[in-house]
């Protein structure tokens, strides 16, 4: 183990944006799909990268997760069959698994590789991979859904990388169609959406698909601080066939009790209600 720096740069279809950390490497493996590293950083624990993008750190990764889930969860508490796409890392089942009224969770990640090296070095992530509620597909999550019934899942979270290299389709007009199939009536789905201010085209983008699938007042984007995600402000989309409004419907007393109980770190009420408050450039963005 030799203590080291190392560039990490993420790229959309202009630019990139590289950050330098320093720290061990103490994972490599080229899968059929993409490299896979874990570094053991000195500012931010141990980081997964993929093709030398950041996809989570210990310890900051809980903006992202706590964020992607309790969201669209305490929204809806009476969710219980939810659908996971990508997320490898366990990130987001971990969460998923403080509702205990989710009776089933189903997690397709393309890459067994990102399950082996959280399993092993990203244990307060992948803790819950192996709950009994949990079943596990190593698929492609396109196949996955193309090959699902109508009308099956509550929720539907897409915790997918970065749209370059094998995560690219889960940002195309198709699969969110797919997603919208999939989800019963009263369903709902959240995604990550990328950075508004480094991955402007994907993020207005995808908006538009969603809001052309769910229709335009049934999307609702928000957003969180990341600090190792490029420019760390970091968005996600809720999108709803069901009747939940983000905040009309929004009860803060039951979202306090959660998260004093789990002892959140990023998640609160205050915290959910202001991340739908977007930024003038960002409305802009989207009305545009
Ligand atoms: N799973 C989330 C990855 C996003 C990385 N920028």
């Known amino acids: 183990k030799i203590s080291r720096s190392v ?7 202009n630019v990139a944006l590289s950050i330098r950390h320093k720290g ?11 490299t896979v590293e874990i570094f053991d950083t000195f500012e931010y624990g141990k ?37 996971v796409i990508g997320g490898g890392d366990g990130g987001s089942v971990r969460e998923l698994i403080r509702h205990s009224h989710i009776q089933k969770i189903t997690i397709v990640e393309i890459d067994e590789t990102i399950i082996r090296a959280s399993k092993q070095y ?31 899942y509550d929720l539907i979270i897409v915790d997918s ?23 019963k009536p009263d369903g709902a789905m959240a995604a990550n959406t990328e950075s508004p201010c480094f991955n402007q085209k994907v993020f207005v983008d995808i908006n538009n698909c969603l809001s052309d699938i769910f229709g335009k007042e049934n999307v609702h984007s ?24 983000p905040l009309k419907n929004f009860d803060s007393e039951q979202a306090e009790i959660f998260t004093k109980k789990h ?6 009420p205050g915290i959910h209600r202001s991340a739908f408050c977007l930024p003038t450039f960002v409305q802009n963005m989207l009305n545009e």
């Not at 560039?7 to 279809?13: A, F, I, S, V």
């Open 263 to 268: 002892n959140l770190k990023y998640y609160n």
């Open 122 to 152: 990203l244990p307060s992530l992948s803790s819950q991979l192996n709950n009994e509620k949990v079943d596990l597909h190593i698929e492609d999550g396109i196949t996955f859904i193309h090959n699902t019934d109508n009308e099956q």
């Open 47 to 83: 980081m997964l990268t993929i093709d030398k993008m950041v996809m989570c750190t210990e310890k900051d990764e809980n903006a992202y997760h706590e964020m992607i889930v309790h969201v669209p969860m305490l929204l809806n508490p009476s969710f219980s069959n939810v659908l």
């Open 161 to 183: 990388s970065d749209p370059v290299g094998p995560a690219e389709g889960l940002f195309s007009y198709e699969f969110y169609r797919q997603i919208y199939r999939c989800l």
């Open 7 to 13: 560039w990490l740069t993420d790229r959309n279809e």
């Open 222 to 245: 928000y957003l969180s601080f990341i600090p190792t995600y490029p420019t760390g402000m970091w968005s996600f989309g809720y999108a709803r066939k069901g009747s939940m409004h």
């Open 24 to 34: 061990e490497h103490i994972f490599y493996e080229k899968s059929p799909y993409q």
